[in-house]
Antibody
């Protein structure tokens, strides 16, 4: 069974770049069957899909965040990453990484709370 | 791409059945059989309970079932149990090749 674990700073200053990593175990990010997604959830609110990456180098982004987001897969470390630039308080959320099989998210990390504050 | 529309809350008594609706458009639910549902307990990660409209992952109770008619998908839960109290989210693939979520529905077991 695939397991995912998010890591990164829990506090980011406004205007800076949020950087998170998701480590995958029990499976390979090089699996041609999977995409690797990032999803966030502001406190008390619903889920928002951010982006997904494929090991071959392709990626797709939520149009509302596209100008600020980059995601990629590191096959050597069996990880994938998220970078969100120019953050504001509106980017405060629990960030989840998830494996994406077909058109659904079958395994999720536990989530990491990232707070944007000076 | 607009979020899918779900009722904010539903409730039911133990043993009863409930249904949660998820309304989209011809650009998402109406055009693709790629609707999924997630259960989220407080302070926990979401868990996949239905995919591809009406398929259940291994280990998910058969009390959970999914369906779709036109631009509306539905999640049915039969034989309500206290442990079913949670937030439920639908998701669909869209015509611009990205997924979109519903706003979420809080299920209260009375």
């Amino acid at each position: 069974q695939v397991q995912l674990q998010e890591s990164g700073p829990g506090l980011v200053k406004p205007s800076e770049t949020l950087s998170l990593t998701c480590t995958v175990s029990g499976g390979s990010v090089s699996s041609g069957s999977y995409y690797w997604s990032w999803i966030r959830q502001p406190p008390g609110k619903g889920l928002e899909w951010i982006a997904y990456a494929y090991y071959g180098g392709s990626a797709n982004y939520n149009p509302s965040l596209k100008s600020r987001v980059t995601t990629s897969v590191d096959t050597s470390k069996n990880q994938f990453s998220l970078k969100l630039s120019s953050v504001t308080a509106a980017d405060t959320a629990v960030y989840y990484c998830a494996s994406t099989l077909g058109y659904y998210f079958d395994y999720w990390g536990q989530g990491i709370l990232v707070t944007v504050s000076s | 791409q607009s979020a899918l529309t779900q009722p904010a809350s539903v409730s039911g008594s133990p043993g009863q059945s409930i249904t949660i609706s998820c309304t989209g458009s011809s650009s998402d639910i109406g055009d693709y059989n790629y609707v999924s549902w997630y259960q989220q307990h407080p302070n926990k990660a979401p868990k996949l309970i239905i995919y591809d409209v009406n398929s259940r992952p291994s280990g998910v109770s058969n009390r959970f079932s999914g369906s779709k008619s036109g631009t509306t998908a539905s999640l049915a839960i039969s034989g309500l149990q206290a442990e079913d109290e949670a937030d439920y989210y639908c998701s669909s693939y869209t015509s611009i090749s990205i997924p979109v979520f519903g706003g979420g529905t809080r299920l209260t077991v009375l």
